[in-house]
């Protein structure tokens, strides 16, 4: 079951064979929560496939990317709260990419976001203003500016109530 569901879907129009946005989830699920039946799921779908992946192929998920699963793109802010907002963990920023794309065709993107197993807490993900575009913009911002960035989907899981830590 999930709760919450937030969908945003939109056509948009190829000028090349590609195209890519760059990304970020966050969560405040991270990680007294990870492996646990509470957390947050989100995909990008492009043709009935997910494109949220890390570079590995594997999909973005609290389960996937924490301190012990992919850690290289995890990013903690339970422990310090070095950075400047209330989220317990985020990943790097990622890229999404579509490829095998039809220059002049219209296609159509779906971005959705769930609660799973509870509807409280809050996760999001946060688009990169200005990097949805047909080659990969480099150049990513720093973590703690990232926000200024996002357009779209910000706070995309709405208001959540507080689970006690354990």
Same mark, same amino acid.
Request: aromatic letters at 16%.
């Given at each position: 079951? *999930? ?5 945003? $879907?939109?056509?948009?129009?190829s ?9 970020m989830? &966050?969560s405040?699920?991270y ?7 509470y957390?947050?799921v989100?995909?990008?779908?492009? /043709?009935?496939? =997910? ?11 609290? =389960?996937? &990317? /924490?301190?012990?699963? /992919?850690s ?7 422990? /310090?709260?070095?950075?400047?907002f ?13 490829t095998? %794309?039809?220059?002049?065709q *219209? ?7 769930a ?6 807490l809050?996760?999001?993900?946060f %688009?990169?203003?200005?990097?949805? $575009? ?8 720093e ?5 200024? %960035? ?7 899981? %709405? &208001?959540?109530?507080?689970? #006690? #830590?354990?």
């Open positions: 079951s *999930t709760y919450d569901a937030t969908i945003l $879907s939109f056509d948009f129009v000028y090349s064979d590609s195209a890519y946005f760059n990304y989830f &966050v405040d699920e990680t007294e929560y990870v492996a646990s039946q957390h947050y989100f995909a990008f779908f492009f /043709n009935g496939s =997910n494109i949220a992946l890390l570079p590995n192929g594997t999909p973005v998920t609290i =389960n996937n &990317v /924490n301190n012990g699963s /992919n290289s793109y995890y990013n903690d802010n339970d422990s /310090n709260g070095a950075f400047p209330e989220y317990d963990g985020f990943t790097d920023m990622l890229t999404a990419s579509i095998n %794309l039809i220059a002049g *219209t296609y159509s993107i779906t971005l959705a976001i609660d799973a197993g509870d509807s409280i809050d996760s999001g993900v %688009l990169q203003a200005g990097s949805f $575009s047909d080659v990969i913009i480099s150049g990513v911002p973590p703690s500016t990232f926000f200024l %960035l996002g357009t779209g989907l910000v706070g995309f899981a %709405l &208001v959540g109530r507080k689970r #006690k #830590k354990a």
